[in-house]
């Protein structure tokens, strides 16, 4: 039991480390971008406004297409529910005729 708590405490280490090296990765990445960016900061947010518009009109088209796919499938499910239903409670009819 005692061998646990060494093993968990080089986890949280190397847990912290990673995080670490993480969050410097992407500090230095960020500094570099900012340095090499071709556009300027108010091309930047138009840029970013405009991508962000058409990738949200292209989602909300995705959207409503799978959304009528969705009611398609449940009106179809419901007709085949039920054809099922009419047609067990037809079978129970004709078995109960017969046993008259």
Do not use: C, H
Not at 32 to 52: M, N, V
Not at 62 to 79: D, I, M, T, W
Request: glycine share 10%.
């Amino acid at each position: 039991m005692g061998d646990t708590y060494p093993q968990k405490e080089n986890f949280m280490n190397n847990t912290g480390r990673t995080t670490l090296a993480l969050l410097t990765g992407l500090g230095i990445g960020a500094g570099f971008a900012a340095l090499f960016a071709p556009l300027s900061g108010e091309e930047a947010r138009e840029w970013i406004a405009d991508t962000a518009e058409r990738k949200f009109k292209v989602l909300r088209r995705k959207g409503r297409r799978s959304f009528r796919r969705l009611q398609n499938a449940v009106a179809e499910g419901e007709e085949k529910v039920t054809a099922v239903f009419r047609n067990g409670k037809k079978a129970v009819e004709s078995v109960a005729a017969k046993l008259d």
